[in-house]
Every structure is written in structure tokens, then in C-alpha cells.
T-cell receptor, first 112, second 109 residues
Framework: DGGITQSPKYLFRKEGQNVTLSCEQN?????MYWYRQDPGQGLRLIYY???????QKGDIAEGYSVSREKKESFPLTVTSAQKNPTAFYLC???????????FGSGTRLTVV | AQRVTQPEKLLSVFKGAPVELKCNYS??????LFWYVQYSRQRLQLLLR??SRESIKGFTADLNKGETSFHLKKPFAQEEDSAMYYC???????????FGKGTKLTVNP
């Protein structure tokens, strides 16, 4: 069953901690993306990667970091520098923009 | 800058009534446009894309380059259409989609 798996579903972080959100896909897609979804804000692009070992900043990259060591995996680290990390995070991939994106089920991060 | 505007945050219609979710975009190039839907407790999924000119679940959308719009329409709304709808703009080649802020559609019985 092909798709994108995000884990964990819920994540709680203490102030000052870094946390890493996992995103794995078995669709053989080259491009992967991280979006942040906030109520009334839509989806905002954090980082994206079009090929292994390469990634670019999106519109709201500050306080986040990523890596793309394998085609299947695109983990997102939310660092302590992110001032307002509580949000719903969505990972997506595509075989080509014209086909649209396939999304994961998301991770809800809460700072406690 | 590329931008997608969905002017209605909330839209409420009665079952059987026509529904139109508005989407306007700003882009000087040749756009690729999509509608995504997020049902309650489900993941975001592609509803339709303008290049395929298909009808999914009774929904259609026509790209109007003159008005820079890509409104989503359905002649007879169903209760199961209640969801969050996002319009998205592709900028061609860069593979990055820009999303609107979404419209929450509620279809009342």
C-alpha cells in the first residue's frame, strides 16, 4: 500500500527542546515538502526537496531544519529558535507538479 | 508574487443547492491550478486539477485566465461535501504549490 507516513501523530515539546518529525514515502517520488497548517492561515511552505541531498527554504523556514539523505525520507526538525511551533505539520510528495501532491496524515505539535 | 485568494472563510448551503467556492490567483506565467479537500479527521487529498478537466464527486472547475479565477462548482450539494477546501497554484517547473487560506463548506440538511 503506497503512501506517505508521518509520525508521530501527536507530539508534545517542552520550551527550549528540539523535536524531529518523521516523513517517509514509498511512492518513489523525487520531490518532498513540509507545510505548516494553522487555522485561518492555510498551508505555508517550510522546506522542500526536489532531489536527494538537496533542499530549499520555503516561505517560513526560520526555526526549522531538514535533511534528505534518502529518497524515501524527509525529516523536519523544529528547533528551539522557532518562536511559535504549536501547529499542524503536513508532509507531501509528488512525482511532478502537474500531478498534484500526495499528503501525509500530519503531526500535531504542541509546546507545553 | 504568486498568490491565491479564497475570499470566503466559511460557506454554508442547504443540501441540493448549488455551491460555488471562489478562487482567484495572481501569477504572470502559465498557471497550474488544483483544488484540494480535507474532510473531518482525514488527510488532505487532491480533488481535481485544471489540466485534466475532469469532474470528481460532481465538482468541476474551469480556469478563467481573463479573470484569473478557478472557482469550484457543484450543481447540487450533498451533506458529505462538508469539508475544508483549498485552492492551490503551481508555478510550473519549480514544483512548489502556493495554497489559499481555505474555505470551510458546510452543507446543511
Amino acid at each position: 500500500d503506497g503512501g506517505i507516513t508521518q509520525s508521530p501523530k501527536y507530539l508534545f515539546r517542552k520550551e527550549g527542546q528540539n523535536v524531529t518529525l518523521s516523513c517517509e514515502q514509498n511512492l518513489n517520488h523525487d520531490a518532498m515538502y513540509w507545510y505548516r497548517q494553522d487555522p485561518g492561515q492555510g498551508l505555508r511552505l517550510i522546506y522542500y526537496s526536489q532531489i536527494v541531498n538537496d533542499f530549499q527554504k520555503g516561505d517560513i523556514a526560520e526555526g526549522y531544519s531538514v535533511s534528505r539523505e534518502k529518497k524515501e525520507s524527509f525529516p523536519l526538525t523544529v528547533t528551539s529558535a522557532q518562536k511559535n511551533p504549536t501547529a499542524f505539520y503536513l508532509c507531501a510528495s509528488t512525482q511532478g507538479e502537474s500531478y498534484g501532491y500526495t499528503f501525509g496524515s500530519g503531526t500535531r505539535l504542541t509546546v507545553v | 508574487a504568486q498568490r491565491v485568494t479564497q475570499p470566503e472563510k466559511l460557506l454554508s448551503v442547504f443540501k441540493g443547492a448549488p455551491v460555488e467556492l471562489k478562487c482567484n490567483y495572481s501569477y504572470s506565467g502559465s498557471p497550474e491550478l488544483f483544488w484540494y479537500v480535507q474532510y473531518s479527521r482525514q488527510r488532505l487529498q487532491l480533488l481535481l486539477r485544471h489540466i485534466s478537466r475532469e469532474s470528481i464527486k460532481g465538482f468541476t472547475a474551469d480556469l478563467n485566465k481573463g479573470e484569473t479565477s478557478f472557482h469550484l462548482k457543484k450543481p447540487f450539494a450533498q451533506e458529505e461535501d462538508s469539508a475544508m477546501y483549498y485552492c492551490a497554484l503551481g508555478r510550473g517547473g519549480s514544483e512548489k504549490l502556493v495554497f489559499g487560506k481555505g474555505t470551510k463548506l458546510t452543507v446543511n440538511p
